[in-house]
């Protein structure tokens, strides 16, 4: 599974870091970004993130 943020959606309000940091984290210009490997393990929750982002900004590719 491949996620990114779509940084022109994102609103930088740090739902998805809130919920699942090991995947989602604060990029150089203050919004999220994906910053690591969805593996088995993590797939729930970074999902999860992606399901709560406000603006639909985490986009399955």
Known sequence: M???VDQE?????????ALCPEVYDWNGSGKADVI???????????????DICPTDAIIEE
Do not use: M, Q, R
């Open 2 to 4: 491949n996620l990114y």
């Open 9 to 17: 959606l994102c609103i930088a309000c740090g739902s998805c870091i």
């Open 36 to 50: 690591a490997e969805i593996t088995a393990e993590l797939k729930d929750s970074a999902v999860e993130a992606k």
